[in-house]
């Protein structure tokens, strides 16, 4: 081999390498019920604001972010099992949670909203005192249900399930999530004649989300707090709140 030829050789060799390098696979479940963070659209596709901003967070990194989709109630015992590398489901970080699992850096910041009729007069969760309220089981919006004393909640394993019977009549309110709320009672041609949001609850902690990792999973963390830093230094970030939250 010629010294041209060795010095080509060498250099391909060490892009191959480099490319190598960046093809890292992260696979994150994500339960895709939750519009506009993460849903399935008309064609099938897993999309949303928490998918863009991982894929993102990825070619940004240096690592590829797949998608697998978990339904809700199982999704944090796949991860234990490690049955995939991450969860990206609009995961409120709470200390609870913190307990078996390791949180990125938070990436969007939430409330929870409350979803009623629009002729409602409901003004507070504490107005729903011995009605029927829905949310989606395990999620911060039902622990701020339960927080209230003599509300009767009642859980779904889909936020769909309880904006459906909401409009049949059937619930008082839904405690969800505030893009979520919005998304529902604002946008989805079914219910935005139908709904409001009567309130968005203030609580004392300000509650974000965050990409859970097994515990002790220092390099998935470090990859996707990496690429977080990235999208919200290139000003990636308010372009995809601009497409997906809006105003």
Same mark, same amino acid.
């Given at each position: 081999?010629?010294?041209?030829?060795?010095?080509?050789?060498?250099?391909?060799?060490?892009?191959? =390498?480099?490319?190598?390098?960046? @093809?890292?696979?992260?696979?994150?479940?994500?339960?895709?019920t939750?519009?506009?963070?993460?849903?399935? @659209? $008309?064609?099938?596709?897993?999309? &949303?604001?928490?998918?863009?901003?991982?894929?993102?967070?990825?070619?940004?990194? =240096?690592?590829?972010?797949?998608?697998?989709?978990?339904?809700?109630?199982?999704?944090?015992?796949?991860?234990?099992?490690?049955?995939?590398?991450?969860?990206?489901?609009?995961?409120s970080?709470?200390?609870?949670?913190?307990?078996?699992?390791?949180?990125?850096?938070?990436?969007?910041?939430?409330? /929870?909203?409350?979803?009623?009729?629009?002729?409602?007069?409901?003004?507070?969760?504490?107005?729903?005192?011995? $009605?029927?309220?829905?949310s989606?089981?395990?999620?911060? =919006?039902?622990?701020?249900? /339960?927080?209230?004393?003599?509300?009767?909640s009642?859980?779904?394993?889909?936020?769909?399930?309880?904006?459906? @019977?909401? %409009?049949?009549?059937?619930?008082?309110?839904?405690?969800?999530?505030?893009?979520?709320?919005? /998304?529902?009672?604002?946008?989805?041609e079914?219910?935005?004649?139908?709904?409001?949001?009567?309130?968005?609850?203030?609580?004392?902690?300000?509650? %974000?989300?965050?990409i859970?990792?097994?515990?002790?999973?220092?390099?998935?963390?470090?990859?996707?707090?990496?690429?977080?830093?990235?999208?919200k230094?290139?000003?990636?970030?308010?372009?995809?709140?601009?497409?997906?939250? &809006?105003?």
């Amino acid at each position: 081999m010629t010294k041209k030829l060795f010095i080509f050789a060498l250099a391909f060799a060490l892009c191959a =390498g480099a490319a190598a390098a960046g @093809d890292r696979v992260i696979v994150f479940a994500t339960d895709a019920t939750w519009p506009p963070m993460e849903f399935v @659209d $008309q064609h099938k596709h897993t999309v &949303g604001f928490s998918i863009d901003y991982m894929t993102a967070a990825g070619k940004a990194a =240096g690592f590829k972010a797949e998608f697998t989709t978990v339904a809700w109630d199982g999704i944090f015992g796949g991860l234990a099992a490690g049955r995939y590398d991450a969860i990206c489901s609009s995961v409120s970080i709470t200390e609870e949670r913190k307990k078996t699992m390791d949180f990125s850096e938070p990436y969007f910041r939430v409330r /929870q909203a409350v979803v009623v009729p629009k002729a409602s007069t409901v003004k507070s969760l504490e107005d729903l005192k011995g $009605q029927k309220v829905g949310s989606q089981i395990s999620t911060t =919006g039902t622990f701020a249900i /339960q927080a209230v004393p003599e509300i009767v909640s009642k859980t779904y394993d889909e936020v769909g399930l309880a904006m459906e @019977d909401l %409009f049949n009549g059937r619930l008082a309110a839904v405690v969800c999530d505030d893009p979520v709320a919005a /998304q529902y009672a604002l946008e989805n041609e079914r219910y935005k004649g139908a709904f409001k949001i009567a309130v968005v609850v203030e609580s004392g902690e300000v509650e %974000f989300y965050g990409i859970a990792v097994k515990k002790g999973n220092a390099e998935v963390l470090d990859l996707v707090n990496a690429g977080i830093r990235a999208v919200k230094a290139n000003g990636l970030e308010e372009e995809l709140m601009k497409k997906w939250i &809006g105003q």
